[in-house]
Nanobody, 118 residues
Framework: QVQLVESGGGLVQPGGSLRLSCATS????????MGWYRQAPGKQRELVAY???????NYADSIKGRFTISRDDAKKTVYLQMNSLNPEDTAVYYC????????????WGQGTLVTVSS
């Protein structure tokens, strides 16, 4: 079955960086667009970045210029490099495959918590 395992979260000071990873299995990774979502306390989950199977990327305005999504098809893993973090980035971060209409395709993993605080 499909598994999505996020890792790399933690506590970081404002201005700091983190790199999130999402290891996947159970589907043909190289053919899927992949996305990173986040859910802040009291808010709905939102798609913040996605990468097409060919490598084209797209970002939400809130993270544009600070975060970079990438993928390693051989490792079936998608990454999110997060720089210049601020407290508004505090959230649980999830990955998922993304449909052509930007809907998540599979059941969610456990996510990884990112807390930005001094």
């Amino acid at each position: 079955q499909v598994q999505l395992v996020e890792s790399g979260g933690g506590l970081v000071q404002p201005g700091g960086s983190l790199r999130l990873s999402c290891a996947t299995s159970g589907f043909i990774f190289r053919t899927r667009s992949m996305g990173w979502y986040r859910q802040a306390p009291g808010k709905q989950r939102e798609l913040v970045a996605y990468i097409l199977s060919g490598g084209t990327t797209n970002y939400a305005d809130s993270i544009k210029g600070r975060f970079t999504i990438s993928r390693d098809d051989a490792k079936k893993t998608v990454y999110l490099q997060m720089n210049s973090l601020n407290p508004e980035d505090t959230a649980v971060y999830y990955c998922n495959a993304v449909s052509g209409t930007l809907l998540p395709l599979y059941a969610w993993g456990q996510g990884t918590l990112v807390t930005v605080s001094s």
